[in-house]
C-alpha cells in the first residue's frame, strides 16, 4: 500500500530553476499527483499507481493564479471546449503536381492559406529551388491569402498544379535570397552573430541522431560490450579544470559544403532603359568551385548567361543561354560540383530536426563563438545598407506604421476563442517584430548610422527617428531629472516605464492605449525605442497633454475620459484614486500618478505615456525628512540614500503584501466573529437550524458564474461580514465587463483566489507569503481554522437574487467589526476589503488637497508598511524557499528572477546575502551565497563598465572604436586575470605609415582623453568594485583582486566571465582562456569578437492556452492522467496557434508532457517530446541555460528507459559539463545528476567510476539537506548496492547501516522502507559470511578447495530503472486491482464532499490518513 516515505523520498527537487517558465505554472514540487495506470509500467507490474512530483518545480508564480481570471480554471475550460471545436475541423490531402517531379500528397486543413502551402513547397527537398509560381486548381490559379475552406471545388484528393510564374524584380531578388539562404542553411555563422532569430543548438551532436525510429533497435544488454563510459577527465567528480571549448562542440554537418565560391549582385545593376526593355530585372556575378567566373542575367522568363565580364559590359544571351526559370536549375548545368553538393546539402537539411532551423520570435545571442570564416555575401551586405524595404511582406516598398500595427491589433475583436486566437497571434507577432526592428535601429544609432532629428544639440540630447520608430539616449536631458537623481534616474526610468507599459498591457482596458517600447543596452549606451503617437511630432508638448503633467506635477490637468478608462485599471493594478494641486491650489483629480501623461493622437486614440511611476515609491531606498520608517526597516539599517528617487516597488511585491494583507483581515474578523460567536450561544443554536454551519472556505463565488471570472470583472468590493448568518461574505459586484484576458489581474483583489488556495487545499508555496500552507509556523496555522469554520458562504449571485445586498451591514456589531478589520489593514474602504496605492506619495513637487491629510498619512503608513513586508517577510521567505530546495537558482539570471518572484529588487542583494550569512544553516545555503556574491560583483562590474565604455567615445564626433575590442579586453584582464600589471596594448594605428614619427605611433588618434581607459589597472577596477558594491548593494566585499575572491568565496572565472560577458552583452573566442597566468593576460584584443545588444522589451501571453494547461496540470493532480494529457495536447495546440513552433512555454508543455507519456508507459512517445523540449531550450534560452540543463536530464532517463544507455550517458555527461560551468560542483542539484550518472554507470558494469559519481552525491546531499535527511538514506542504499556487485560487502554493510539508521530514526520501524532496508542488511551480511568462509577455505586447503559458487549480480536494467525514476520524483507503486477501486472512491468522495461545500478538515477526520497524505488533491478544480 501507499507508504508516507515514498513521498519523501521521490520529492528529489526535480527544480527547475528558471526564469521563463513562470507563466506556464508547472506543479511546485512535493505535490505529488497520482495517477491510475493500466498500462504495464516499465517494472512489470500489472497494473500499477505512478506517483509522480510535478514535472519540474517552478517558482510558484504570481502569474499562476493571475493568469486565470478567477481561479476557476475548469469554467474557463468549459466555456472554451465549445469553442475549441471551431479550431478543430479535419484536415484533408491534396496532391501537388510541380514541373519535373512525381506528384506527392500532403496533409492541409481547412484553416490553412495557400501562401502556407507555398511555405511548404519551398522548404520540401525537390522543390525547394522555386519561389515564383502559382498554384492552380483545375486552371484556375489561387489567391495565396485565401483560406483553403473558402476555394470552390478543392476537397480531399484535388491536384493542384504548380505553374512557374514570370519574374518581377521583386520577385528575383526574393529568389536570389532563398537560393542563398538554401547555401547557407547549414551554415552556423548566422547563429553565432545573431542574426535573422537564428540561435544555436548542439543536441545533435551528442545523439547522433539516433533518437526516434532508429533508437529502437538499440536493444539494451546486447551492446553492453561496446558502450564508452569514460567521462572526459574535466567532466570526473574533482576536478578543477573548467574548459571553455567543450561548450560548442563541432557539429560534423557544419563543415561548410561549398557549392559556389562567390554569389553576388553584378556591378552593372540595374540594367539600363533599352535592355529594361527586353526584360532584364538585374544581373548576377557568381564563381564556380570550378573557378568558372560567369555572369547572370535575370529576367521576366527566368535567368541565363550573359557574355559581361568583369569590365565590358555585353548583356546579351551566352552560346548556350542555359535559360533556366530557376538559379538552382542553371548552375546545376553549369556547375558538376554544384549540382553534387547542393543535393548533398538539401539531403541534410532535410534531415535536421525542424526545431534546430526554425527562427526563433526574439534573437538569442551567444556569449562565445569559434572563429568563423568571414564569406561573400551579397543578401548580408545589400541588408546592412538598406533598411530592408524592398522586402517588406507587408506592404512592399513602404516602412511598417508600427504604432498603428501595434494598436490595430489591440482592437481585434475577442469574443469567442477563435477570435481570441487571432488576436493574440497578431499581437505577439508584431511585437517579435518591433522588438527586432527596434533592436536593430538602437544599434544603428549608436553605430551612428542614423542622423538625428535635433543634430544642433550635443551628442546626449540627441533624439532619433528610423523606420517610424522614435529612439532616445538614457541621459538626463534639459535637467528633466535634476531632482531624481540626474542621469541615473534617466537610466532608471526607461526600465520602470517598460514596467508600467508591461502592466497595463496586461490588464488590456478596452480603449486605453501604450506605445510598443523596447530599452536596449548597447556599447555603454542605453537606448529607448518607442512607437510614435501620430501627430505628436507636429504640436508641441505642453498643447498635446491632456492629462498628467510634463513638469512633475507643478502644472496638472485632468480630463474625464481618462480618468474613467484608468479607473477601470485602479482595481488590478492597486492603484488609489486622489486628488493633487495643481499651480494654481486647484485640485485635480488624478488616477495614475503625475507623470503619466494622456495625449489624444490624431488617430483619436486615447495614449498613456512615461508609465514610470505606475507603482509606489520604495521608501527603504527613499530617505524622506521627518519620517521614520517601521522598526523592522530600520534594523536592517533603512531607509538607504540610492543613486536615484525612482526606486519603486515590484508588482508581484504589491500583490503579495495585498495578499498578505487579505488573510490579516479575514483573520481578524474571523476571530472577531468567533468571539462575539461564543457570547450568543443561544443565538448559535437557532443559527444551526437555519443554516448548517459547516466551514467553508472563503472562496470566491467564481462557480456561479464561470464567464465573468475567467473574463474578470473590474470592480469587486469584498465585504467581511456576519449578517443574518454570522456568514464570512464575498460579495463581488461586476459593473464593467470588458473581457479580460486574465493576465494581472483577478476577480477580487488577486489575494482572493489564492487565499482560497491556500486555505482550501495544501498546496505548497500557494502563497507567496510566509505563509505556505505546507510549512507553516504553528502561529500561521491558526489562518486556516480561523478562516475557514464561519459558517457558509453565501455566493453572490445569491445574495444579489434574494435583494440581500445590503443585508450585510444591518447587524451594527458586525459592522464594526468589518471597520476594525478594514482599519487595521489599511483599507480604502470602510465596508471592504480594498487596499490601493497612491504613487504620488513622496513625490517632489506633488502638492495634495488640504482635505485629505488624513487620507494621506494612511497611505503614507501603508507604504511604510510595504516596504518592512519586503525586508521582514519576502526575503525570509526567499531563504527559507532556498533550504527547503523548493527554489534552486542555478545562476545569475535564475537568482534574479527567484528575487522577482517574490517581489524582491535586486538592489536589495546585498541584504538578501546578510540575511543568508546570519542565518543558522548558513552551511546548507552555501550554493545560494555563492550564486548571490557572483551576482553582485558582476552588476557591480557591469556598472563600472558600462561607464568605462561611455568615456571611450561618444557617439557623433570621430567615434574612436578602432581600439574598442583593445579597451574590452583590457577590461576583462583587469576583472579576471591573475596577471598583476595588465598594460593595456594601445593598437599600433593600423593605418599611420609606419615611416612617420615613432613618437606619435601609440597616440590614438581623435584627441587626448580618449585613451583614459588604458590607464586602468586590476588593482584600481577592484577597488572600485568593492566601493560600487558598498554604495549601491550596502554589501562589504573582502579582497583586492579577483584571485581572492575565488579564494574566500569559492568562485570560479569562467562562470565570472560568463556572467559579465551576458550582462555586458561581449562575445569572445572559444579558447582556453588560462586566467592563473601571471606572466601574461588572459585576453588579447583579438579574443573579444562582438558586443550584443541587451534587450527588455514586453512578453505578450497567450492566455486561452495557459488556461488550458493549468486545467490540465490540475487534472494530473487529480490523478485523471489522459484528461490531463489531453487537455495539455490542447493547450499546446494553442500555443502553437499563437506564439509559432518556438516559445519558452512550449517548452514547458512538451516537457510535462514527455512526462505524462512516460508514466501512462509510453516511453518512445516521451522521447520525442522530451527531445523537441531540449532542442527549444538550447534555441530560445540558450545552450547553457540552467533549464537546458534539466531538459538534459529529463531526456537521458527517457533515451535510458528506451535502451539507448550510451547516449544517456552522452546526455548526462553534457548537463555535468554545463553545471559545472554555470554554478560549480557545490550545489544541491549537482547531487542529483550524479546519483542518475551513477546509476547508469552500474548499469553497465562499470562500478568504479559508478562510485565516484554516487559518493560526490552522497557527500552533497549530505551537506544540502542534512545527514539525516531521507534523501541521504537513498544516497547510502545506492552506494551499498554498487559495493555489493563490486563484492566489498564490509563497505556495502557499513553504508546500508547508515541507510537504516536513519530510516529508523525518521520513520519508525515499523515503516516499508526501513523494512526493505532491514532485509537487505540480511542479505548483504550473509554474503558477506559466505565469502568470508571461501576465503577461509583457500587460506586452509590451498588450491585444492572447496568452493562455493558465490552470487555477484550485476543489477539488472529493469532495478536501475526502478531507482532512476526513484530520484527522479518518479514512483511506481504496485497496486491491487481493489486498490484501485478504494482509490477510486476515495477521489470521488472527496469531490463530492467539495461540491457539498463541506471543508477539508472534516476530510481528514473520517478519511484514511495514509492517503491523505500521499494525495494532495487540487480539489478545488471541480
Known amino acids: 500500500m501507499v507508504s508516507k516515505t515514498d513521498d519523501i523520498q521521490a520529492s528529489v527537487p526535480n527544480c527547475n530553476v528558471n526564469t521563463v517558465d513562470l507563466a506556464e505554472g508547472e506543479t511546485p514540487d512535493h505535490q505529488e499527483t497520482k495517477a491510475p495506470n493500466k498500462d504495464p509500467c516499465a517494472c512489470g507490474h500489472s497494473a500499477s499507481t505512478v506517483v509522480m512530483n510535478g514535472g519540474g518545480a517552478h517558482y510558484h508564480s504570481e502569474e499562476e493564479s493571475k493568469q486565470d481570471g478567477g481561479g476557476d480554471t475548469d469554467g474557463v475550460e468549459d466555456s472554451n471546449e465549445q469553442e475549441v471545436i471551431v479550431i478543430q475541423d ?128 538499440k536493444k539494451k544488454g546486447s551492446d553492453l560490450e561496446q558502450i564508452d563510459c569514460t567521462p572526459p577527465e574535466h567532466i570526473l567528480p574533482g576536478s578543477k579544470e573548467r574548459p571553455l571549448v567543450p561548450l560548442q562542440p563541432q557539429n560534423k554537418d557544419w563543415k561548410p559544403m561549398q557549392c559556389l565560391k562567390v554569389l553576388t549582385m553584378s556591378g552593372w545593376n540595374p540594367p539600363p532603359g533599352n535592355r529594361k526593355m527586353h526584360g532584364d530585372l538585374m544581373y548576377l556575378y557568381m564563381v564556380t568551385v570550378e573557378e568558372r567566373h560567369i555572369s547572370i542575367t535575370a529576367s521576366t522568363r527566368g535567368f541565363y548567361l550573359n557574355q559581361s565580364t568583369t569590365y565590358t559590359f555585353n548583356p546579351k544571351p551566352a552560346n548556350p543561354s542555359f535559360l533556366s526559370h530557376s538559379l538552382v536549375e542553371l548552375l546545376s548545368q553549369i556547375s558538376p560540383a554544384f549540382k553534387k553538393n547542393f543535393t548533398v546539402l538539401q539531403k541534410t537539411r532535410v534531415q535536421r530536426h525542424p526545431f534546430e532551423r526554425i527562427a526563433t520570435p526574439f534573437q538569442v545571442y551567444s556569449w562565445t563563438a569559434p572563429q568563423v570564416d568571414h564569406t561573400m555575401d551579397c543578401v548580408r551586405a545589400e541588408d546592412a545598407y538598406t533598411s530592408r524595404l524592398g522586402y517588406e511582406e507587408h506592404i512592399p516598398g513602404q516602412t511598417r506604421d508600427w504604432n498603428e500595427e501595434l494598436q490595430t491589433t489591440r482592437e481585434l475583436a475577442r469574443k469567442n476563442l477563435p477570435e481570441r486566437l487571432l488576436r493574440e497571434r497578431a499581437i505577439f507577432k508584431v511585437h517579435s517584430d518591433f522588438a527586432a526592428a527596434a533592436t536593430r535601429g538602437s544599434m544603428a544609432v549608436i553605430d551612428g548610422n542614423v542622423m538625428a532629428i535635433n543634430p544642433g544639440e550635443e551628442t546626449r540630447m540627441q533624439m532619433f527617428i528610423w523606420n517610424n520608430i522614435f529612439f532616445s539616449l538614457g541621459f538626463d536631458v534639459r535637467d528633466h531629472y535634476r531632482e531624481l537623481g540626474g542621469d541615473a534616474a534617466a537610466h532608471a526610468a526607461p526600465t520602470n516605464d517598460l514596467n508600467g ?77 486622489h486628488n493633487v494641486l495643481n499651480e494654481k491650489d486647484e485640485s485635480v483629480e488624478l488616477c495614475s500618478s503625475v507623470e503619466c501623461k494622456g495625449i489624444i493622437g490624431n488617430d ?119 449578517g443574518k ?116 506619495i513622496f513625490s517632489p513637487g506633488v502638492r495634495f488637497p488640504e482635505d485629505s491629510v488624513d487620507d494621506i498619512q494612511k497611505q503614507k503608513q501603508l507604504l511604510k508598511d510595504a516596504a518592512a513586508f519586503l525586508v521582514s517577510c519576502q526575503i525570509p521567505s526567499l531563504v527559507k524557499d532556498c533550504l527547503d530546495h523548493s527554489a534552486l537558482p542555478m545562476d545569475g539570471a ?164 560568463r556572467e559579465i560577458s551576458i550582462k555586458a552583452g561581449i562575445q569572445i573566442l572559444i579558447k582556453e582562456y588560462n586566467f592563473d597566468s601571471r606572466h601574461k593576460p588572459a585576453f588579447t584584443e583579438e579574443d573579444i569578437l562582438n558586443i550584443f545588444p541587451v534587450v527588455k522589451h514586453v512578453n505578450p501571453k497567450a492566455s486561452d492556452a495557459f488556461h488550458f494547461f493549468q486545467s490540465g496540470q490540475a487534472k494530473v493532480q487529480q490523478g485523471y492522467l489522459k484528461e490531463g494529457c489531453e487537455l495539455i495536447n490542447e493547450a499546446l495546440n494553442l500555443f502553437n496557434n499563437v506564439y509559432g513552433a518556438m516559445h519558452v512555454e512550449i517548452c514547458a508543455c512538451l516537457r510535462l508532457l514527455a512526462r505524462l507519456n512516460y508514466i501512462m508507459g509510453d516511453h518512445h512517445e516521451a522521447l520525442s517530446n522530451q527531445q523537441k523540449a531540449v532542442l527549444m531550450s538550447e534555441r530560445v534560452l540558450g545552450v547553457e541555460h540552467p533549464n537546458t540543463i534539466q531538459e538534459y536530464m529529463h531526456l537521458a532517463l527517457y533515451c535510458f528507459a528506451n535502451g539507448q544507455l550510451s547516449t544517456a550517458l552522452k546526455l548526462l555527461y553534457r548537463a555535468r559539463y554545463l553545471m559545472l560551468m554555470v554554478c560549480g560542483e557545490d550545489h544541491p542539484e549537482m547531487a542529483l545528476l550524479d546519483s542518475n550518472i551513477g546509476l547508469v554507470l552500474h548499469g553497465v558494469m562499470e562500478y568504479d567510476l559508478s562510485l565516484r559519481f554516487l559518493e560526490n552525491a552522497l557527500a552533497i546531499n549530505s551537506k544540502y539537506h542534512g545527514p539525516r535527511s531521507l534523501k541521504v538514506a537513498l544516497s547510502h542504499h545506492l552506494v551499498a548496492r554498487v559495493y555489493e556487485s563490486k563484492a566489498e560487502f564490509r563497505s556495502a554493510l557499513q553504508h546500508e547501516k547508515e541507510g537504516y539508521t536513519i530510516y529508523k530514526n525518521q520513520v519508525g520501524e515499523a515503516h516499508e522502507k526501513t523494512k526493505e532496508s532491514s532485509e537487505y542488511l540480511k542479505y548483504l551480511t550473509q554474503q558477506a559470511v559466505a565469502l568470508q568462509r571461501t576465503m577461509n577455505e583457500i587460506y586452509k586447503n590451498g588450491s585444492n578447495a572447496s568452493i562455493m559458487p558465490l552470487k555477484f549480480t550485476a543489477p539488472s536494467m529493469a532495478s536501475v530503472l526502478e531507482q532512476l525514476n526513484i530520484i527522479n520524483g518518479i514512483i511506481f507503486i ?8 478504494n482509490l477510486k472512491a476515495e477521489v470521488q468522495r472527496r469531490q463530492q464532499l467539495q461540491e457539498s461545500g463541506k471543508s477539508m478538515e472534516e476530510l481528514t477526520v473520517d478519511g484514511p490518513l495514509e492517503l491523505e497524505d500521499k494525495i494532495p488533491m487540487d480539489v478545488n478544480v471541480d
Open 90 to 217: 479535419t484536415g484533408f490531402t491534396v496532391k501537388i503536381q510541380a514541373p519535373g517531379t512525381e506528384p506527392f500528397d500532403l496533409q492541409v486543413s481547412p484553416q490553412e492559406m495557400v501562401q502556407e502551402i507555398h511555405q511548404v513547397l519551398m522548404d520540401r527537398e525537390d522543390t525547394c529551388h522555386r519561389t515564383c509560381f502559382s498554384l492552380q486548381l483545375d486552371g484556375n490559379v489561387l489567391d495565396n491569402f485565401a483560406e483553403l475552406k473558402s476555394i470552390e471545388g478543392l476537397q480531399e484528393g484535388s491536384l493542384l498544379k504548380v505553374v512557374e510564374e514570370p519574374y518581377t524584380v521583386r520577385e528575383a531578388r526574393i529568389h536570389v535570397r532563398h537560393i542563398r539562404d538554401l547555401l547557407k542553411s547549414l551554415d552556423p555563422s548566422d547563429a553565432y552573430n545573431g542574426v535573422d532569430c537564428n540561435s544555436l543548438s548542439f543536441l545533435s551532436v551528442f545523439t547522433d541522431g539516433d533518437l526516434g525510429d532508429s533508437g529502437k533497435r
Open 501 to 577: 507599459v508591461r502592466a497595463y498591457g496586461a490588464v488590456d482596458v478596452e480603449g486605453l492605449y501604450t506605445l510598443g517600447t523596447v530599452v536596449v543596452d548597447y556599447r555603454g549606451y542605453r537606448v529607448t525605442a518607442q512607437s510614435i503617437i501620430p501627430g505628436i511630432l507636429e504640436r508641441e508638448q505642453e498643447q498635446s497633454v491632456i492629462y498628467g503633467s510634463i513638469d512633475f506635477g507643478k502644472t496638472v490637468v485632468s480630463h474625464g475620459k481618462y480618468l474613467e478608462l484608468l479607473e477601470r485599471t485602479s482595481r488590478p493594478l492597486k492603484v488609489q484614486r
Open 1374 to 1381: 504496485p497496486l491491487s486491482q481493489k486498490d484501485l477501486e
Open 725 to 840: 448568518s454570522d456568514a464570512v461574505q464575498i460579495e463581488t459586484t461586476s459593473t464593467t465587463d470588458a473581457p479580460q484576458p486574465a493576465a494581472t489581474e483577478a476577480t477580487t483583489t488577486e489575494a482572493a483566489p489564492k487565499a482560497e488556495q491556500t486555505t482550501e487545499t495544501d498546496i505548497p508555496s500557494a502563497a507567496a507569503t510566509t505563509m505556505t500552507a505546507s510549512q507553516a509556523t504553528p502561529t500561521e496555522d491558526n489562518v486556516v481554522p480561523t478562516v475557514t469554520t464561519n459558517g457558509p458562504l453565501v455566493p453572490v449571485a445569491t445574495a444579489i437574487q434574494n435583494g440581500e445586498c445590503e443585508s450585510p451591514l444591518e447587524d451594527p456589531k458586525s459592522r464594526e467589526v468589518v471597520l476594525n478589520a478594514c482599519k487595521a489593514v489599511g483599507s480604502i474602504s470602510n465596508t471592504s476589503f480594498d487596499i490601493r496605492f497612491n504613487p504620488d
Open 894 to 1057: 535564475t537568482l534574479t528572477e527567484a528575487l522577482h518572484q517574490r517581489g524582491i529588487n535586486v538592489r536589495y542583494l546585498g541584504n538578501v546575502l546578510e540575511f543568508v550569512d546570519k542565518t543558522p544553516a548558513k552551511a546548507q545555503l552555501e550554493h545560494f551565497y555563492r550564486i548571490g556574491i557572483s551576482e553582485l560583483i558582476t552588476r557591480c562590474a557591469k556598472h563600472i563598465f558600462k561607464t568605462y565604455l561611455q568615456t571611450m567615445y561618444s557617439i557623433s564626433q570621430g567615434v574612436e572604436l578602432s581600439a574598442l575590442s583593445a579597451a574590452v579586453s583590457h577590461f576583462l584582464n583587469c576583472f579576471l586575470s591573475s596577471f598583476p600589471d595588465a598594460v593595456a596594448h594601445l593598437p599600433p594605428d593600423e593605418l599611420v605609415s609606419r615611416r612617420k614619427n615613432r613618437k606619435r605611433r601609440n597616440r590614438v588618434p581623435g584627441g587626448g582623453d580618449n585613451t583614459a581607459w588604458a590607464s586602468l589597472t586590476p588593482s584600481e577596477l577592484w577597488k572600485n568594485i568593492v566601493s560600487e558594491a558598498q554604495s549601491y548593494y550596502n554589501f562589504t566585499l573582502h579582497c583586492e583582486n579577483a584571485d581572492q575572491v575565488v579564494e574566500k568565496y569559492g568562485l570560479q572565472k569562467i562562470t565570472l566571465l
Open 604 to 722: 483619436g486614440r486615447h495614449y498613456i505615456l512615461d508609465l514610470l511611476r505606475t507603482f509606489p515609491p520604495d521608501l527603504n531606498f527613499l530617505p524622506v525628512e521627518g519620517e521614520e520608517l517601521s522598526p523592522e526597516s530600520v534594523r536592517q539599517g533603512f531607509p538607504r540614500q540610492h543613486r536615484h528617487r525612482l526606486a519603486c516597488l515590484r508588482q508581484e511585491l504589491i500583490e503579495a503584501f495585498v495578499e498578505h494583507r487579505y488573510l490579516l483581515f479575514m483573520k481578524m474578523a474571523a476571530l472577531q466573529l468567533m468571539q462575539q460567536k461564543a457570547n450568543k450561544d443561544s443565538k448559535m443554536a437557532t443559527l444551526t437550524e437555519n443554516n448548517s454551519p459547516e466551514a467553508a472556505v472563503p472562496a470566491l463565488p467564481s462557480t456561479e458564474n464561470p464567464d465573468a471570472s475567467a473574463k474578470s470583472s473590474e470592480t469587486s468590493t469584498e465585504t467581511l461580514t456576519d
